[in-house]
């Protein structure tokens, strides 16, 4: 009897020890290499005493690792893995006495399963290995989870008050080490069990301890990534990326009610069947994490800055090193997914086939995180863009300026750009889905293309189609949009516009003359698109905030479009990626479809075409302010006037007075050299209308010529004080309403001798207009004048 409780005794100190030689000793060295790495750190002191930097916890477990490999190496430890037939599969294990048995844990464990085998208890050493490995593996993720928060909390870490998903890689890292040495240990107890065992004992294979490996982890993963309470969101949700952008934000600048359809969504999670089954799953692995209510029962962080559901306060589970989150999959799929490949090559797995854990990641980044992101993309730009006030809104100074914008921005395009930014780390993070993540990036541009170019719509065109304003519908011509791309203005400004050029070079070096040349054609083309027409006020922007708000449209896309275009040109293609520079930055992701590829690069080109209509329209717009303007003071004001009526023309007053205004809304919203592409050339044309306005003046006397002269004098100091630069087109109008202080012989006279200053149509304007003006006005006369001035402009060519 007493033999027999001796035996039974020795049998569970047997069993206790190599239990404790498979889970604990075998990642030993971690654990004296992690204390002391704690305790310099904590006096400290450096902690690498031949090295110069600190070491961290994936340093020091992989410093582990080589020193074990290199002690495995260089010792005579017993090899125990099975012989083959040879002749030592029969040699019974031998311990040297004089030797410390635990100094090589191998020959150790093959020790005590010998010993087990004369006990003849292999078969409830195998049973109790089967029934202990999942409660052993769950102790390690306890030890090595206060490891870690200890170790940070040595380091001055306060995971209480600053959440450190960082410190969940280094738990994964160290336990994805110590799960290879236990898998290493049982390797070797499993030769030794095999060369013991009697053929009718059923052993467990290498294969059950991978799975249990991973049953742990997936326990741990979903408690970190917060699977159930995610799951949950996602099943009661009822909207979808789609649905939430699908609102018509042109409404805000319109008065018109416009029809959208109602668009598919992109996703829908509820009840599908990989989103069912990992929520079954969760529920039977994660009954210790979670209450039967299915909510996370996380708490108030402990005295030592951990975080713990109600349960780990009795004690039952490890501290938390992080709070969980869905966003923490970001930072652990790299190192996880590298532990995956270990177990596939470690299971033998073939080509194709994958363990249960690639299994339980996949179904939580498609079924879980990716619709969680899209639900958390649709919210964020929903608040963002909910309201004509929210779309007209500009970042603040110190956004701009962190973003390196040298103009103000929109608020929206800010938020889409941090979402794109957000989904191209994603790409990085999750190489695996990158594919999804460019496609998300693909339709929320769409969505806010479609959204910018309802706000344009809503400015240009506030009631119907038919009362679209005038240059809008040039822009949109297409004889007239090619011409005004085709003037050297809007050469040297996209030249301007390319990433790394300095807005202060003048760009193609002009010639006055070219200027001149240059302007002359674009007064020429609107004033013949425009004919004899008087624009009515529906048919200008005058809404000053609407102008501004033109430009800042402007500026944000085209800043936006840079930062597509550039994101374009470091993606890796199967094909072609015509954006690619020499030396250029490469994201480190799989190679993307060349279908997601170009529509995001039509994506960047529709951006910038719409900024160019923007500020297209601006330049229009000022011209036909102008003309909107000046047209009806030929017209419709006198100037057969007596002395005391000489003031400049009302209309001319309220034209200095937009420009003006126009300027101080216009000069901080846009580049410089585009500011003055709006500007630029305004003196010209306001000479060539008020030139070309004097075939509709009626009468005209000396104070009339000197009316017109003091019209023209205000808006050249105004146009003057705007540009920076002297106007001296409007020096030819001045002159040309001067010479009608002038009889007609003398005008003559004066081409004859000095040549002509103005084309033979202007100077056949000045003799219709002074015969008009004089009392004795003959028919015949004017015909003679006429003939005459005909004759000498001949002879001038």
């Known amino acids: ?90 040699k019974p294990v031998v311990e040297d006495l004089n030797e410390d048995p635990e100094a090589n844990s191998e020959h150790y464990m093959a020790v005590l399963v010998e010993s087990l085998s004369l006990l003849k208890r292999i078969p409830e050493a195998v049973e109790s290995i089967k029934r202990c490995v999942q409660v052993e593996l769950s102790k390690i993720v306890q030890r090595t989870t206060t490891e870690v928060a200890e170790n940070a909390k040595q380091r001055g870490e306060n995971i209480t008050q600053h959440n450190q998903p960082k410190l969940l890689v280094e738990l994964l890292e160290l336990l994805f080490e110590r799960f290879h040495c236990v898998a290493s240990a049982h390797e070797c107890a499993l030769g030794s069990l095999q060369r013991a065992a009697t053929s009718d004992i059923q052993l467990y294979t290498m294969n059950d301890i991978w799975s249990n490996i991973q049953t742990v982890l997936q326990v741990l993963l979903g408690n970190y990534l917060d699977v159930r309470n995610i799951t949950a969101s996602v099943q009661q949700s009822s909207s979808a990326f789609s649905e939430a952008l699908t609102s018509d934000y042109g409404v805000y600048f319109s008065r018109r009610k416009a029809v959208r359809q109602r668009k598919v969504p992109l996703f829908r999670f509820e009840m599908s069947s990989h989103a069912i089954s990992l929520t079954n799953y969760m ?16 708490k108030e962080p402990t005295k030592d800055g951990t975080f713990q559901t109600e349960d780990e306060k009795e004690g039952e589970e490890a501290p938390m090193v992080c709070k969980p989150s869905v966003k923490n999959i970001t930072l652990i799929f790299k190192p996880v997914s590298n532990f995956i490949r270990d177990i596939d090559r470690a299971m033998s797995l073939p080509n194709g086939r994958h363990c249960t854990l690639h299994e ?47 103009r103000p921005l929109l608020h929206s395009t800010v938020i889409i750009d941090h979402a794109v930014s957000d989904l191209r780390q994603l790409m990085m993070d999750l190489p695996t889905y990158a594919d999804q993540f460019l496609n998300m990036i693909c339709n929320i541009l769409q969505e806010y293309k479609d959204t910018c170019s309802a706000i344009y719509r809503g400015l240009v065109q506030p009631e119907s189609e038919d009362k679209r ?63 004899d027409k008087i624009l009515q006020k529906h048919e200008v922007l005058c809404d000053i905030p609407s102008l501004k708000l033109l430009a800042n449209l402007h500026e944000s896309l085209e800043w936006f479009s840079s930062g597509i275009r550039l994101f374009a040109g470091s993606l890796p293609s199967s094909g072609i990626n015509m954006l690619t520079t020499p030396g250029g930055v490469t994201l480190e992701v799989p190679a993307v479809e060349n279908s997601l590829l170009h529509t995001l690069i039509s994506q960047a080109k529709e951006f910038k075409e719409l900024a160019d209509v923007c500020l297209l329209v601006l330049h229009l717009e000022l011209r036909l302010h102008c003309f909107y303007y000046l047209l009806p003071v030929a017209r419709q004001s006198s100037f057969y006037i007596s002395a005391d009526s000489v003031d400049p023309d009302p209309n001319v007053l309220k034209l200095n007075k937009d420009l003006t205004t126009l300027e101080e809304a216009l000069n901080p919203s846009l580049m410089p050299h585009k500011f003055k592409y709006v500007f630029e050339g305004l003196g010209h044309l306001v000479s060539f209308i008020l030139i070309n306005s004097a075939q509709y003046i009626k009468r005209i006397n000396e104070n009339g010529i000197k009316k017109m002269c003091r019209n023209i004098f205000v808006l050249q100091q105004n146009l003057t004080n705007i540009t920076m630069s002297r106007e001296t087109d409007l020096d030819q109008a001045r002159n040309y309403y001067e010479l009608m202080y002038k009889s007609t012989d003398e005008i003559l006279n004066g081409i004859v001798e000095q040549g002509a200053s103005f084309k033979e149509l202007e100077y056949r304007n000045i003799v219709h207009l002074q015969q008009r003006s004089s009392p004795a006005y003959d028919q015949k006369h004017l015909a003679r004048m006429l003939k005459k001035l005909e004759e000498i402009m001949m002879e001038a060519v």
């Open 283 to 298: 529920r039977e692995q994660k009954q210790e994490y979670y209450g039967f209510d299915g909510i996370m029962k996380v």
């Open 469 to 531: 304003i005038v240059s809008a519908s040039w822009v949109k011509d297409e004889d007239i949009n090619q011409c005004l791309r085709q003037l050297p203005n809007w050469v040297n400004l996209q030249a301007l516009s390319k990433p790394g050029k300095d807005s202060k070079d003048s760009g193609a070096l002009e010639t006055i003359e070219d200027i001149r040349e240059r302007n002359a054609k674009e007064s020429e083309l609107l004033v013949t698109n425009l004919g």
């Open 360 to 406: 339980f990641i996949s179904d939580y980044v498609k079924d879980i995180f990716l619709g969680h992101l899209l639900d958390e993309i649709a919210t964020n730009l929903n608040t963002a863009t909910k309201g004509g006030d929210a779309l007209k809104s500009l970042v603040d100074n110190a956004t701009q300026k962190s973003l390196g914008a040298p």
């Open 1 to 90: 009897m007493e033999m027999s409780t001796r035996k039974e005794q020795l049998h569970k100190v047997l069993i206790e020890e190599l239990s404790q030689h498979l889970y604990e000793k075998s990642a030993v060295t971690f654990q004296v290499n992690f204390t002391r790495g704690g305790s310099f750190r904590g006096s400290g002191q450096d902690t690498s005493v031949a090295g110069s930097k600190k070491q961290t916890l994936l340093e020091l477990a992989t410093l582990a690792k080589q020193q074990q490999r290199v002690s495995r190496t260089h010792s005579h430890s017993l090899t125990l893995t099975v012989p083959d037939g040879t002749e030592e599969e029969s």
